[in-house]
């Protein structure tokens, strides 16, 4: 069954999601895992894909678009925001305010949830989703 971690932050600053998100892809990749992060829209998945590349001066996480032509399906990591995750499913790490219909294929899911009411009322409702079924979860506040 789907694990799925609650990652809260206090911080509610601009940009605070994406950047724990990258440091989370980040470890997860170290660890030898591979990640699909979701996000709402196509400008989301372009911020996220200049700041895996920007986020630290030493870091290299080698990932791909899924929405470009022609992209390399056994890149480790992949961002996509409306299609199905490709090969993955493994890690699933979601900056989208649902629930995305394939989660369940994952073995882990790492809901990101920023410090402004609309996160939280967002994530709110996910972790309810998620508990309605029976899921296991684990809140991490940060």
């Known amino acids: 069954m789907t694990r799925i971690d609650f990652y809260i932050l206090k911080a509610s600053s601009a940009g605070e999601r994406e950047m724990f998100a990258c440091r989370l892809t980040e470890k997860a990749f170290e660890q030898g ?13 372009a911020r996220l894909d200049e700041l895996l590349w920007t986020f630290r001066a030493d870091s290299f996480l080698p990932h791909e678009r899924l929405d470009v032509p022609d992209a390399d399906i056994d890149t480790p990591i992949h961002i996509g925001f409306g299609e199905e995750p490709g090969p ?5 790490i979601n900056l989208a305010d649902d629930v995305p219909l394939f989660f369940s294929r994952f073995r882990r899911v790492a809901e990101v949830i920023g410090g402004d009411e609309a996160h939280r009322n967002a994530g709110r409702e996910r972790y309810r989703f998620y508990r309605d079924r029976g899921y296991p979860l684990e809140a991490h506040n940060l």
């Open 88 to 92: 993955h499913d493994d890690v699933l």
């Open 33 to 45: 895992h591979s990640i699909y992060i979701h996000v709402a829209d196509e400008t989301a998945v």
